[in-house]
Structures are given as structure tokens and as C-alpha cells.
């Protein structure tokens, strides 16, 4: 029986392409990432577990999940809200907002990071309206639930403190949720609305039990796509975080601290915590992808 490799196929050059696809990737990603592991493995296990267990750098882990985890929760839902809008409708001007969706793709990081510090501190443009709105909201949950630190959690301003990082998060996690939904969307006919309103579901019917179901492998894409971004990001983030120790500085600065210190085992023991949790978060996420895909077949 031949193998299935030495078929002909109507796109000859199998071999050269996987070897040149296998030999980029090596290149690009897997030596780098097996450098970071080398880097580490002089270090003993009293060392690797101070480096990367200290109280502070265990805050900053709690912080850049965190944050990266609701961003990217606001953005699936705030995306999904903007990419049907996009598909769905007609209206003056929709190139243009679809264009605006691409800007944080383009925009450089530090100068998203400097626009946003701009527009969002006490004397920004929006800022100045909703910096007082934000601090009297904190100092009425402080009143009804006086047990929990709430400015300690919510931060006292937006900008310059933890809410800043959230504002900076979402804003380069949009593109990422749209653009996943965008095309599924303009595949899934319209037809099926009109099915299920024929039939006598009403319009919260339609959404849960159509749309959703169809979309939710994309919407889960999205999410990860949006949230694994969000936990590397540093450039649009350290111009608005207010970087205070163990309380509004992410991980990526703690990384970059240390390797002006000279400290490089201990930015790269770091790093390769970061990354051991990003790909085991997003191997659980691709799962639950496998397991929406076998689900909506049923």
C-alpha cells in the first residue's frame, strides 16, 4: 500500500514546504522559548522559587491575569456587540467604524499608552469628567461594604492605577474578538433568523439558541486571542499604570526591572513562568473549542 505522502498531489512540493514551514518555525519559536528553558537550568530550586514567588512578582501575576481575564470577558461581549453591528447593518459611515476597529492594530503601543494617559487623567479630555464620577463611586462602595479595601482593588483615579491598565487592555484586545466574529457572522445567512421567527421564537430564543451556538467557537477564539495579548502587553500599559509595587505594576515591567538590575535569571525565570501559564491557559481554551465544536454538531 503507498503512503499517503508519496501520493501525487495537484500541488506537488510537499516535503520542501513542511521542511522550510518546520525549519522557520524552529527558528522563530522554538529555539528562542528552548533558550529561556537552557537560561534557567543553571539555577537551583531555592533560586528559581525566589525569583518567581517573591510577594511582589506574586502581584504582579495576580494583577496582569486579572485584568487580563475581564478585559478580555468586556471585550467578547463588547465585540460581539460591535462586529454584528458591522455585518448586520447598513448605515453612513460603517467603513470608516470598521476601519477604527483595525487602529489599535496599527497604532504603536507607547503612543496608545500616551494618548490614553492623556485622554483619561484628572485633566484629560474625558478624564476630568468621569475621574471625579469614578472616585465617588469607589468612596460610596467603601460606605455600603466598609470590610473590603475597595480603592485598593478599583484604584483611587482611571488613570495612573489599576483601572488604567484595564482601560489600556481593552483597548488593544478589541480588534482581536471582532475580526475573529466579523467573518463567521457574514456566513451565518440571515435566513436562520427569519427560520426560528417562523417557527415562534422570539428574538432572545433566536440569539441563545441560533446565533450563539454558531458563534460561540469564534467568540471563544476571540476571547483567547484577546486575552493572551493582554497578559504579554507592556508598552501601552506602563505609560498609565502608575507601576507602584505590588500593587499597579504587571508582570512585563517586573521582567524589565530585572533585567536592568542585570538580574537576567531572574527575568528569564519569570518569563518562563508567563509562559508556562499562557500555554497551559490556552491549551484548556482551545479545548473547550473542541468540545463547543463537538457540541453544536450534535
Do not use: C
Amino acid at each position: 500500500m503507498a503512503s499517503p505522502f508519496r501520493q501525487r498531489s495537484v500541488l506537488p512540493g510537499f516535503g520542501l514546504s513542511l521542511g522550510f514551514t518546520l525549519a522557520y518555525l524552529g527558528l522563530i519559536v522554538l529555539i528562542p522559548l528552548s533558550a529561556a528553558f537552557l537560561k534557567i537550568a543553571g539555577m537551583s530550586w531555592h533560586d528559581f522559587v525566589a525569583a518567581v514567588a517573591s510577594p511582589r512578582v506574586v502581584a504582579s501575576y495576580r494583577l496582569s491575569f486579572g485584568v487580563a481575564l475581564l478585559a478580555a470577558l468586556v471585550n467578547a461581549f463588547f465585540g460581539f456587540i460591535v462586529a454584528w453591528v458591522l455585518v448586520r447593518y447598513s448605515f453612513p459611515g460603517r467603513r470608516i467604524v470598521d476601519a477604527l476597529v483595525d487602529l489599535p492594530f496599527a497604532l504603536p503601543t507607547a503612543v496608545a499608552g500616551i494618548a490614553l494617559s492623556a485622554i483619561y487623567a484628572k485633566n484629560g479630555w474625558v478624564g476630568q469628567w468621569l475621574d471625579p464620577l469614578w472616585a465617588r463611586g469607589v468612596g460610596k462602595l467603601a460606605t455600603v461594604v466598609p470590610w473590603i479595601d475597595w480603592k485598593d482593588w478599583l484604584g483611587g483615579t482611571l488613570a495612573f492605577d489599576r483601572p488604567g491598565i484595564f482601560i489600556a487592555l481593552t483597548f488593544i484586545g478589541l480588534p482581536f474578538v471582532v475580526r475573529t466574529l466579523q467573518p463567521v457572522l457574514a456566513e451565518l445567512e440571515p435566513e436562520l433568523e427569519e427560520a426560528a421567527a417562523t417557527l415562534g421564537a422570539n428574538r432572545w430564543q433566536t440569539m441563545t439558541r441560533v446565533i450563539l451556538p454558531e458563534l460561540f467557537p469564534a467568540l471563544i477564539t476571540g476571547f483567547a486571542l484577546a486575552f493572551a495579548r493582554a497578559i504579554g502587553e507592556y508598552g501601552s500599559v506602563v505609560f498609565i499604570a502608575g507601576n507602584q509595587p505590588a500593587h499597579s505594576e504587571i508582570t512585563p515591567l517586573i521582567i524589565i526591572t530585572k533585567l536592568e538590575q542585570y538580574d537576567y535569571r531572574g527575568a528569564t525565570a519569570v518569563a518562563v513562568v508567563m509562559l508556562v501559564a499562557s500555554f497551559l491557559l490556552l491549551l484548556a481554551i482551545n479545548l473547550l473549542q473542541k468540545w463547543s465544536r463537538r457540541f453544536s454538531a450534535v
